[in-house]
């Protein structure tokens, strides 16, 4: 059974940071690319970063290239994002989320606010 936790959000003032971290179970990890997706409130899921499953190929939402930074450790079965210079439209709850055949799978997210 795939199972992605994440964790690490929480309430930051603008221009803060936050590291969030997503713990893979259930499938190869290594073997998989992987993606963070945020839904704001009222606004459906929205694409925010993705890496390929060696790490070599990274992609950013244009409105956070320069501010986060996706990474991933296999040996951990661990996904990352960095994010720095948060700004208030940067809140949501972000999941970390795999394509296994026909379908994406997500945790249960973690509520990032940013707000002073």
């Known amino acids: 059974e795939v199972q992605l936790v994440e964790s690490g959000g929480g309430l930051v003032q603008p221009g803060g940071s936050l590291r969030l971290s997503c713990a893979a179970s259930?499938?190869?990890?290594?073997?998989?690319?992987m993606k963070w997706v945020r839904q704001a409130p009222g606004k459906g899921p929205e694409w925010v970063s993705a890496?390929?499953?060696?790490?070599?190929?990274?992609y950013y939402k244009d409105s956070v290239k320069g501010r986060f930074t996706i990474s991933r450790d296999n040996t951990k079965n661990t996904l990352y994002l960095q994010m720095n210079s948060l700004k208030p439209e940067d809140t949501a709850v972000y999941y970390c989320?795999?394509?296994?055949?026909?379908?994406?799978?997500r945790g249960q997210g973690t509520q990032v606010t940013v707000s002073s």
């Open positions: 890496i390929n499953s060696s790490g070599g190929s990274i």
């Open positions: 259930g499938f190869t990890f290594g073997n998989y690319g």
């Open positions: 989320a795999v394509d296994v055949g026909a379908q994406q799978m």
